[in-house]
């Protein structure tokens, strides 16, 4: 039976990077990946995803979100091809609205450079946007996009290099704790050993991690490219990733880049969630309808033909913050998920969290928003 130091079980944005970084320290590493990889099944595909430093969600995600940039550069250095793309970022909406007084919140705490506009002069700085009467939107320079699918490729052929070994179309079957205080896993295709096991595997983490079988809620997302009848306002250079605050929900958009049209998303979309094998990945016209709701009250100038539409799924804790931890009594097994539909642009430095955590059982970084314990404390389903 193979012996490694590390078994990665999920090898998407979370467990490439780890298993990147715990080759580059020397580790002998196993990556399992129920798909391809890179694949359209999961939560990391349609090209890019928003990278940001005015952190909404908390401030505690503020530092780890510094640490992320440095590691994107790095990668996108080691691996030769640019990743990180930097377009300025606004968040908007109502003035108490979530997005916009946290947003504001972390600018503060963190003292990042910021400036708050009101709808005119947004419109003005940015003419694409058409923000509604009263609401402002927060523009913060160091947001941008990472190339999602690109960056798994870059740390899974990094890993590769380092001495890695990962295994596409393997899904994991089950584990077990061995009595020397390591794991046992098996597969569709063999049984393998190691000191430690990452879990890592996206929607599907409640299948393998009994304790967040009734946490980790999977959601089906559509993600929408359409064709702007004026170009020049949607360019890269000229219209800055957002998160806007409609009457519809959330909404999240990004400049045209590697695929035609302009790309949208509505957090929790239809409000669709399941098992991650029973949700649809197949668009439909009510999912076109909804991204079209948004774009004509606050983008009209991108009601244009429908390019693209591609589905994806979140997996979404009660608070809508992240789990990274060990599972109660096994030190051995580490969980990395769920993200709630914000995670990718913390993958670089979650590598980097995951091999401390696998390796000295620690990390430097402050964790305690992330604790599986603190749901048995809020009461929340476990």
Known sequence: MAHYDVIVAGVGAMGSAAAYQL??????????????????????????????????????????????????????????????????????????????????????????????????????????????????????ADAGFVMSERAIVAHVTMAIAAGAEIHGREALTGWEPTPGGGVRVTTTRGTYEAERLILSTGAWIGDHAP??????????????????????PFALGAFPVSIVETRFGSCYQFPVFGVPGFKIGLYNHLKESGHADALSREPREADEAALRDVIREVFPAAEGPTLALRCCLFTNTPDEHFVVDTLPGLPQVVVASPCSGHGFKFASVMGEVLADLATTGRSLHDLSLFRLDRFAATGAPS
């Open 211 to 232: 304790e967040l079988a009734r946490l980790a809620v999977p959601e089906r997302q559509v993600l929408g490219w359409f064709q702007p009848r004026e170009a020049a």
């Open 23 to 140: 080759a580059k320290r020397g580790r002998r590493v196993l990556g399992l990946e129920r798909f391809d990889i890179p694949h359209a099944m999961g939560s990391s595909h349609g090209v890019n995803r928003i990278i940001r430093l005015a952190y909404f969600e908390h401030p505690l995600y503020v530092p780890l979100l510094r640490r992320a940039y440095e590691l994107w550069r790095e990668t996108e250095t080691a691996f030769g091809e640019q990743l990180l793309y930097i377009t300025g970022g606004l968040d908007a909406g109502p003035p108490d609205s979530r997005v916009v007084t946290g947003s504001l919140a972390a600018c503060r705490e963190h003292g990042l450079a910021h400036e708050v506009l009101d709808a005119r002069e947004t419109a003005q700085r940015f003419p694409a946007y058409r923000l509604a009467e009263g609401h402002v939107a927060n523009f913060q």
